[in-house]
């Protein structure tokens, strides 16, 4: 653009307003360092003057100062100026390449159309623009679209360098504590033998107890420190010691460069549509780069893929609710304990009553009830509380506890270790004071100033050396208390009261459950076509292994013995369904533990197990029913009923309300109509009954 053209552009109503320079330095360390393009924005003004604005009528902008350009979120001063731009406050736009106002294109063509609209003028180093002009207002886009496409070039140039870097394992990122760039920049375990040797103690603890929890405790109980490495400008790299905590415990056992594996993209960060920018964790198949073996580590890749087993493995158990409840007042004793070895979630408990007795079912339900879907598993309780109870009585027993002092022996070395970590520290502390002493011995007394702070240090270095030095007396003296003689002896006769308190009438569930609570951590229930599968995990970390049978339910344990039900199919061939009855019970037959025998309980278990009934059995012989029987000798059907009952006729019973069946004999045998005229019936001969013979030749085996 030439001057004409640029002093054409600006008329009259462009000059009433004001001129805003917007200036901006995308980082901190431009701010400080490039002051020559901070010079060359704020030349801009004087070409704003000469143009015919006033000194008073420039606002200058520069409150982005240190604000990326990448998104005008968060930029205040951007957004001001397109605020006054879009309120008609300004006459013209200055900014030093000003396509890079906006190294956003959408910010900078919303800038672009609201200048347009408002007939804003736009100035940079090469010449003014009217983006009411086609001409110019293309040329503006064209260098935002540039802008932005070199602001992506730039970004991928870096971070494809750094891939590469990556992928081949040279990429140096910042180590965890416990490993150090050595100065050829090859990877090695910190020089510093106290704090490997707390790390090897991290991992060992770890593996022997499984809990990240359980490896905080040990620290804390053995009053040990955990180094950690200083991020931060002051101090950057130094290593500070501090009590250990349950995430530090879980980052370090997710950390793969302390199995010696070079990895590379473990996180992906995004930006949301409020500008914040969010990191996840991938999984370990979408990391850049795993170079396993690639440097020295604490502990070998197999052993951090256990690890991180074991880790999932616990978060499964990590149910919030149920799990610290006091104990209820059920009998279950497995109560808030279970977790569903099915889906991992708490399973929660019910009670059903069986014979006046509460008999607990472990239910795994929250899926089910949040999601809508039938239940992941329900397992009967009751052989497993069995079950469980031995175990507890197998556990705590003399014998047991031998292998637990033998155990405790071994504590007693690690004590030992603790205790050799622990005096570390304090001549850490003593080499600390010495030094801080030396410091102060070698400065020259009269530079008094100089001396004072000297001194000051050395005395803080020995009220440390005396902290340490205590702090190491007071565990070591407890850790010699730990389990004497005396101690010993208390356990095991409390061991041989066990059986007996367990079992004792007045000790309630609750305190029951409690005593479980005390030797079992969680159990795990799986259940399979017959049986329930426990892993039964102590509170030592140790896991047992158990298979209980499902116990049948209501139906299944009412279910009758085979050898009754043939015993039944005999019987029916003589008897109604209620005489059957009788007969069972007469010779001492149950259909189960507490039931006898009845008439309901009979024709129950004939309909189940699809017995033909006396009515059939008796039609297949041949019987006919009143109605057959009277067109038969053709005489009414109630003429029939009283023959019977006189013993004209031979009736048999088919069911309990006494209906019967009749037997038609041969023609000469039956009755006839009308002999009643020439005797009573009552004089007539009688039909035997039909009785069973049957009676005392059948034996129930
Ligand atoms: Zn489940």
Redesign the pocket.
């Known amino acids: 653009m030439t001057g004409e053209t640029a002093h054409q552009k600006v008329r009259a109503e462009h000059l009433k307003r004001n001129a805003y320079l917007y200036i901006r330095q995308s980082t901190i360390q431009q701010v400080f360092h490039n002051t020559e393009s901070t010079r060359r924005q704020y030349d801009l003004r004087r070409r704003a003057v000469a143009l015919g604005w006033t000194d008073d009528h420039i606002i200058v902008i520069d409150s982005d100062l240190g604000q990326s350009g990448a998104s005008a979120k968060d930029r205040e001063g951007f957004q001001r100026l397109v605020a006054d731009v879009g309120m008609g406050k300004a006459g013209i736009v200055l900014g030093l390449e000003v396509s890079r106002l906006a190294r956003n294109s959408s910010d900078w063509h919303r800038l672009l159309e609201i200048c347009a609209l408002t007939e804003t003028l736009i100035l940079d180093e090469d010449g003014l623009y009217d983006p009411g002009h086609f001409n110019d207002r293309l040329l503006l886009g064209m260098k935002g679209t540039m802008s932005e496409a070199e602001l992506h070039m730039l970004r991928s140039r870096l971070r494809g360098g750094m891939l590469n870097k990556a992928s081949r394992g040279e990429l140096q990122v910042p180590l965890p504590v416990g490993l150090s760039y050595d100065v050829s920049g090859k990877v090695v375990l910190t020089p510093d033998s106290q704090v490997q040797e707390v790390l090897y103690t991290l991992f060992k603890t770890y593996e022997r107890t499984g809990s990240a929890s359980a490896v905080v405790k040990h620290f804390n109980k053995n009053a040990l420190e955990f180094p950690r490495r200083i991020r931060g400008q002051i101090n950057k790299g130094k290593t500070v010691w501090g009590p250990l905590m349950h995430t530090r415990v879980l980052h370090i056992l997710h950390n793969p460069r302390y199995a010696g594996a070079f990895v590379y993209g473990r996180m992906k960060s995004h930006k949301n549509a409020n500008g914040k920018t969010s990191v996840n964790a991938l999984p370990m198949d979408q990391w850049h780069t795993i170079i396993p073996d690639a440097h020295p580590g604490y502990i070998t890749w197999e052993q951090y893929n256990d690890n991180l087993k074991t880790l999932r493995a616990c978060s499964q158990a990590y149910g919030k609710d149920r799990r610290n409840h006091p104990p209820g007042r059920g009998p279950a004793l497995l109560q808030g304990l279970v977790v ?1 070895g ?2 991992g ?1 708490r399973m929660t408990l019910r009670y059903h009553g069986r014979n006046g007795i509460l008999v607990p079912d472990y239910v ?1 339900q929250r ?1 089910g009830i949040e999601y809508g879907k039938p239940h ?2 329900h397992i009967p309780g009751g052989n497993v509380d069995k079950a469980i109870e031995q175990l507890l009585l197998e556990l705590v027993k003399p014998v047991t506890l031998e292998v637990a002092f033998t155990v405790q022996m071994e504590v007693q070395q690690r004590l030992k270790e603790a205790d050799k970590l622990r005096y570390q520290k304090v001549q850490r502390a003593q080499y600390q004071a010495d030094l801080a002493r030396e410091r102060f011995m070698n400065i020259d007394p009269r530079n008094r100033l100089v001396a004072d702070q000297l001194e000051a240090d050395w005395n803080e270095k020995l009220r440390v050396l005396s902290q340490a030095r205590e702090e190491y007396e007071q565990q070591h003296n407890l850790d010699k208390t730990k389990l004497d003689k005396q101690c010993r002896e208390k356990i095991m006769s409390l061991v041989k009261n066990f059986p007996k308190v367990w079992n004792d009438p007045a000790t309630t569930d609750q305190q029951r459950k409690r005593m479980v609570k005390l030797i079992i951590e969680d159990v795990t229930m799986k259940r399979t076509a017959k049986n329930v599968d426990l892993d039964i995990r102590l509170k030592g970390g140790a896991v047992h292994h158990m298979t209980v049978a499902i116990p049948l339910n209501a139906w299944q344990a009412r279910k009758t013995k085979p050898e009754i039900i043939d015993e039944i199919d005999k019987l029916i061939d003589h008897f109604t369904d209620e005489e059957i009855a009788e007969n069972l019970n007469r010779r001492g037959i149950k259909p189960s533990e507490s039931e006898e025998f009845s008439r309901i309980i009979v024709s129950r278990l004939r309909r189940e197990n699809n017995l033909k009934c006396r009515y059939e059995r008796l039609r297949e012989r041949g019987l006919l029913t009143a109605d057959e029987m009277a067109k038969e000798l053709n005489v009414a059907s109630i003429t029939i009923k009283i023959w019977r009952r006189h013993g004209l006729l031979k009736g048999y019973k088919y069911n309990d309300k006494g209906e019967r069946l009749f037997e038609l004999g041969p023609k000469e045998i039956m009755p006839v109509k009308s002999q009643g005229l020439k005797y009573k019936l009552s004089e007539r001969t009688k039909y035997e009954e039909l009785v069973s013979h049957a009676t005392n030749e059948v034996q129930v085996e």
């Open positions: 569903c099915v889906c979630q795994c899926h992941c598993q």
